[in-house]
């Protein structure tokens, strides 16, 4: 058992300390794969929130109910019928979306954030406490979507939620919305968060440094920035 | 610790009083110029243009950033003006110089400062400049133009010799002087060779991987020519045109031997130039792509830890696998 946090912590965690994408790492193939327009980023934020709000509280509810042995699938049966539920809304609401996210949208089922919710801290935490943990990572989620998207959007297109930002004469550079643009931002990103963060005056937790990095035997930088 | 001048540093190391990284760094500026003058010549002004564009913007953003982060800098060394010049011998002539800018951001920034500076970079930052901005700008990257000033047109829109090679072996003495289309510094191959020589004569950068590289793109284009049931001499004639065009000597000079993105010891420079044309070849022959140097120097970059890990000399008496008594 984890010690217990104050309610404003938890709700805070997910937006920069524990942001599920840049500093737990969580959800990385969403992220790359959905963010090539900020419509599409913000979608997917919406809808994970959502799924993950309920989930962690119903998680949280059946908690003392559920077998330790056999807790992951009644996990993925909680998280998967919330996201039937948010795919038939969308669908029915909002086709658009649907199309643009595809196979995306049922997908969110085994998106790691959601599932590590659940196990790290819904399974663990009373229903408030877990809500508020699932309404913070789900903001923190979709903070980091919509900057990801809005930078490959604009930067690969030349386009914010589809209206014209760049004029015609600047070609945009096609690579941002291409994998490789993705993971370009995916690294500066990451930097960015741990860079705040230490400017904060917060020490990065180790896991986010060199001890996390499978070339870090042979990486001529190791352990600089420590 | 001072008066004992034990420098921490990475590579390129120190190895006597006259070679330090601004030494190495001036040769590597002398090698080039040659090349540069070739493109002057062979495309125009426009082409001193864009350099200067080039190494202006990757020393300004080096200065800009290291004056944001607080850290010292370092544009005394001309690596960045190396990373320029390199940067804008990788792109066509006539190339926009705002799309030139963003190459020397991704090569300076994003590859060479945020990783850490000068010996930690992952990847030869001029060459992932080039591969960013042909990702991104790939129309304008393939746009070779060519002013063939004495057969009375203006300009031309030509294939390079790599679309050419297709079809049949090129006239010699244009690819080694460079009078075809093509990015700024690749096409004419004399002044390369002797840029590369005079590296090499005064030990600036191994022979061993621009031989293997280049030898092992010959020796592999020509076995393929005879697999394919050409003659010998016609075989031969093909492999040394396909060494002579493209970015092969470009790359395999300037771009492959850099301290940092190449092996530390000989069989591993050996693995790393075979393993080059290895790749080169095979994109060459058997990829959607007529040209594959630049990929293959970014794939063989990200290999060289697991190169050096796997090369690494040991100490007499230490038996193989276990290393218990080095460091």
Redesign the interface.
């Given at each position: 058992m984890e010690k217990k946090q104050s309610l404003g912590r938890v709700f805070t965690a997910g937006f920069l300390r524990e942001n599920p994408v840049l500093r737990l790492v969580l959800g990385t193939c969403p992220t790359l794969a959905v963010t090539t327009a900020v419509f599409n980023g913000l979608g997917m934020g919406i809808a994970a929130t959502f799924v993950l709000i309920c989930s962690n509280m119903v998680i949280s509810a059946l908690r003392k109910v559920i077998p330790s042995s056999v807790r992951l699938p009644c996990f993925i049966v909680v998280i998967a019928s919330f996201v039937t539920l948010v795919h038939m809304l969308i669908r029915a609401y909002v086709p658009a979306l649907n199309a643009a996210l595809g196979v995306y949208l049922p997908l969110i089922t085994v998106n790691c954030i959601i599932l590590g919710r659940a196990e790290m801290f819904a399974s663990k935490n009373g229903v408030l406490a877990s809500a508020l943990d699932g309404l913070g990572m789900g903001i923190g989620f979709t903070i980091v979507l919509v900057l990801f998207s809005g930078i490959r959007e604009l930067l690969g297109a030349g386009t914010l939620l589809g209206f014209a930002i760049l004029p015609a004469s600047?070609?945009?550079?096609?690579?941002?919305i291409?994998p490789?643009g993705g993971f370009?931002v995916f690294?500066?990103l990451m930097?960015l968060a741990i860079f705040i963060e230490t400017k904060m005056g917060k020490k990065p937790s180790k896991d986010a440094a060199c001890g996390a990095c499978p070339?870090a035997e042979?990486?001529?930088?190791k352990g600089?920035g420590e | 610790m001072e008066d004992r001048k034990l420098i921490v540093s990475?590579?390129p190391h120190i190895l006597s009083k006259h070679s330090t990284t601004r030494n190495i760094m001036l040769m590597v500026v002398i090698a080039l110029l040659p090349t540069l003058a070739a493109a002057a010549i062979i495309f125009g002004w426009e082409v001193l243009l864009l350099t200067g564009v080039t190494v202006a913007a990757c020393v300004g953003f080096e200065t800009l950033y290291c004056v944001i982060m607080k850290k010292k800098v370092p544009v005394g060394d001309f690596s960045a003006v190396v990373t320029g010049l390199i940067l804008a011998f990788n792109l066509p002539p006539s190339f926009p110089l705002?799309?030139a800018v963003?190459g020397a951001f991704v090569a300076i920034v994003?590859v060479k400062q945020?990783?850490?500076g000068i010996?930690?970079n992952f990847a030869n930052p001029a060459l992932v400049g080039r591969i960013?901005l042909q990702?991104?700008?790939?129309g304008?990257m393939i746009t070779y133009i060519y002013p063939q000033s004495w057969s009375g047109v203006d300009a031309l829109a030509t294939a390079t010799p790599m679309y050419a090679l297709h079809n049949g072996p090129l006239p010699l003495m244009d690819l080694l002087l460079g009078t075809h289309a093509g990015v700024l510094g690749e096409t004419c191959a004399l002044t390369l060779i002797i840029g590369g020589a005079f590296l090499i004569a005064t030990k600036v950068i191994s022979p061993v991987i621009p031989l293997t590289y280049v030898g092992g793109v010959f020796a592999f284009k020509f076995l393929l020519g005879l697999a394919g049931g050409a003659a010998a001499s016609a075989s031969a004639l093909s492999a040394l045109s396909s060494i002579l065009a493209g970015g092969l000597l470009l790359g395999a000079f300037f771009m492959a031997t850099d301290y940092?993105t190449s092996p530390y010891t000989r069989s591993g420079k050996f693995v790393y130039g075979l393993l080059l044309a290895i790749v080169t070849t095979a994109i060459r022959e058997w990829a959607g792509m007529v040209e594959g140097v630049s990929y293959a120097l970014l794939l063989c970059n990200l290999l060289v830890?697991?190169i050096?890990?796997l090369s690494r000399q040991r100490p007499m008496g230490v038996g193989r696998g276990k290393r218990k008594g080095a460091a």
């Open positions: 600047i070609a945009p550079m096609s690579i941002m291409l490789p370009f690294g500066v930097a070339s042979m990486c001529p930088a600089v | 990475p590579s705002w799309m963003i994003i945020l990783f850490g010996g930690f960013v990702l991104s700008f790939t304008r940092t830890p697991y050096n890990e």
